[in-house]
């Protein structure tokens, strides 16, 4: 069985120039670092167009992502860039999702609360808040990610109890209390 592929961007304050084409071409490249068929999909691709056009760039994504199979992408700190960006990357975010929803893409996004970015997520997103008393909603994901886990390796039972013990605390250091 071919594993998950993990993509993340972590936006930041500190690199005012991200934008959204620099965060699909950070994905691109990522998701091609050990793929030989999708370096072939870049390398043959418009240069011209996969530098500047986002609409191209975010085509050229699609069709890596459904060659790469099951894929997890995380972008962090969305609310670090400029509005008209993080629209930008949104809407791509959604189109994508849509896309290679048969391939397994799944998409987390983390973000302080801003208005533009719920209104574009509202109907097609699940929002968790992990500081509004949501420690037991925590708690029940992590248990049911540790038995999956577990469900799929050979850990010994003694390893097993002290993952699980190290995973106890989560839910509380989440500062999802009530």
Same mark, same amino acid.
């Given at each position: 069985m071919e594993g998950i592929r993990t993509l993340y961007a972590f936006p930041t304050h500190a690199h005012a120039n991200t934008t959204a084409i620099s965060?699909?071409?950070?994905?691109?490249?990522?998701?091609?670092?050990?793929?030989?068929?999708?370096?072939?999909?870049l390398t043959d691709s418009n240069k011209r167009d996969l530098k500047s056009n986002m609409s191209f760039?975010?085509? !050229?994504?699609?069709?890596?992502?459904?060659c790469a199979g099951r894929t997890f992408l995380i972008i962090d700190g969305l609310d670090e860039i400029e509005e008209f960006e993080r629209k930008q !990357?949104?809407?791509?975010?959604l189109e994508l999702?849509?896309?290679?929803?048969?391939?397994? #893409?799944?998409?987390?996004?983390?973000?302080?609360? &801003?208005?533009?970015?719920?209104?574009? #997520?509202?109907s097609e997103a699940t929002t968790i808040r992990v500081d509004k008393g949501n420690s037991l909603a925590i708690q029940i994901y992590v248990n049911s990610r540790f038995e999956a886990?577990?469900?799929?390796?050979?850990?010994?039972? &003694?390893?097993?109890?002290?993952?699980e013990a190290l #995973?106890?605390? !989560?839910?509380t250091k989440a500062k999802g209390g009530l």
């Open positions: 965060i699909i071409h950070s994905l691109q490249f990522q998701l091609a670092s050990n793929n030989e068929e999708i370096q072939a999909l760039a975010k085509d !050229v994504l699609k069709n890596a992502l459904k !990357v949104l809407h791509a975010l999702s849509k896309a290679c929803k048969d391939s397994g #893409l799944k998409i987390c996004i983390s973000s302080r609360a &801003e208005n533009d970015i719920s209104n574009i #997520l509202q886990w577990m469900e799929s390796t050979d850990f010994l039972s &003694e390893g097993q109890k002290e993952i #995973l106890s605390p !989560v839910s």
